[in-house]
Nanobody
């Protein structure tokens, strides 16, 4: 099975930056679409950013221009670079993966087959 391990979450102040890496194992990483979701207390889990096999990306409107998703196939790692952080970005961030043959890069939750355990990001004002 595919295993996803996120890291890099911590507390930062408004306007700060973070980079979250997610390392995948148990699969041929380059053949999988990857992405990031987040969930704040009392809110639905929402898609943040996705990246397809060929490198095309998709972002939630709330993070466009501030967040960047990228992948390093040699390191089996997907990254989420977060800049200009706001308190409303505070959430548990989850790495996700989906076999590439069926992947559209959607920000909807349903198609994503594999999920990490999450890493907590807290942005204070």
């Amino acid at each position: 099975p595919v295993q996803l391990v996120e890291s890099g979450g911590r507390s930062v102040q408004t306007g700060g930056s973070l980079r979250l890496p997610c390392v995948a194992s148990g699969t041929t990483f380059s053949s999988y679409c990857m992405g990031w979701f987040r969930q704040a207390p009392g809110k639905e889990r929402e898609g943040v950013a996705t990246i397809r096999i060929g490198g095309s990306t998709n972002y939630a409107d709330s993070v466009k221009g501030r967040f960047t998703v990228s992948r390093d196939n040699a390191k089996n790692t997907v990254y989420l670079e977060m800049n200009s952080l706001k308190p409303e970005d505070s959430a548990m961030y989850y790495c996700v993966a989906q076999p590439g043959a069926w992947c559209t890069g959607t920000l909807s939750r349903d198609p994503w087959k594999y999920w990490g355990q999450g890493t907590q990001v807290t942005v204070s004002s």
